[in-house]
């Protein structure tokens, strides 16, 4: 992988993490184009490309926590406090401790909450139910890699899930109606996003907005579960990579894709959240159609080769 390579993709993983049109299907795709073109680029769903495509999606989690900086920094420190407040109350009255049941659905919504610690759990349920439906099938997902046309099949449905998400005008749910069946359509949108050409983002808000949570928090919930999601997903598969006989990419490819990645990502997810709250996600639908019919021809014509 040559430098220019590098700032390629980590510019196209920067801007198409947090644009909902699938970054995994535009660095795969760039993938098949630098490919016919004659670089000597690795397969896509070689050990190699996985590993660096898996450093770009970490760089990623840097723009979030640059952008989120402020209501990152409180929902770490609140859950801190509301975990110190639950230990204390079932060290000092055990019998009385109403356990994880009463936690995730509190009698009483806006009295003893502890609103961000269950925000957590409910995090966790979310990234837990994508795990159930992400692990069996990643190997039918790491094949759809290799197939240009199955991708423009993707990116079709992603692009008429966002046509509907700006019809979704009126939401009723805040943080605090955040359920663990609303976790749970979450996470499922999160899982079926490890297919290539299904967006992490645009799933996993299009799902929220789907059962009914107001945009800003679907925004916000949307991209912090994606901390526990990419780094959990990142060791399982490093694994998988670190397993392999051989590895040719260097440290400074990988560096160079990194610090793009979350440069250029700050202002794609800053430019997506405009989008997001003015309800204009169908926009990215015209250009995912767009791109679906030229992915279909470039396959079929074999301008993408399968490789």
Do not use: C
Not at 46 to 72: C, K, P, Q, W, Y
Not at 158 to 178: A, C, E, N, S, V
Not at 179 to 189: L, N
């Amino acid at each position: 992988m040559t430098i220019f390579e590098s700032i390629l993709l980590g510019i196209i993983q920067g801007i198409f993490m947090f644009f909902p049109v699938s970054s995994t299907s535009h660095l795969v795709l760039t993938q098949h184009w630098l490919i016919q073109q004659g670089s000597s680029l690795p397969s896509p769903e070689s050990a190699e490309m996985i590993l660096f495509d898996l450093i770009v999606h970490v760089g990623t989690l840097i723009s979030i926590a640059v952008v989120f900086r402020r209501s990152l920094s409180r929902f770490l420190a609140q859950v801190w406090r509301d975990l110190a407040q639950l230990l204390s109350e079932w060290r000092s009255q055990p019998g009385q401790f109403k356990g994880l049941t009463s936690l995730l659905v509190p009698t009483h919504p806006r009295e003893g909450d502890r609103l961000y610690l269950r925000l957590a759990v409910l995090g966790l349920l979310s990234v837990f139910v994508t795990g159930l439906i992400g692990f069996p099938m990643r190997s039918l997902f790491k094949e759809i890699f290799a197939h240009p046309l199955a991708i423009s099949v993707t990116l079709t449905i992603t692009g008429i899930l966002l046509w509907y998400t700006d019809r979704k005008l009126r939401q009723p749910r805040g943080l605090r109606q955040i359920t663990p069946w609303v976790a749970t359509v979450i996470g499922i949108g999160q899982g079926l996003a490890l297919m290539p050409g299904l967006s992490r983002s645009g799933m996993t808000i299009s799902f929220a907005l789907f059962v009914g949570l107001k945009r800003q928090w679907a925004a916000e919930y949307s991209f912090f579960i994606a901390f526990p999601t990419i780094l959990g997903a990142t060791a399982l598969q490093l694994i998988d990579v670190l397993r392999a006989d051989s590895l040719t990419l260097e440290f400074l490819p990988l560096f160079i894709g990194f610090l793009v990645a979350a440069v250029v990502g700050i202002g794609a997810l800053q430019i997506v959240l405009n989008f997001l709250y003015k309800a204009r996600f169908r926009y990215f639908s015209y250009y995912l159609w767009v791109l679906a019919i030229i992915v279909a021809w470039g396959a079929i014509s074999g301008r993408f080769a399968v490789v």
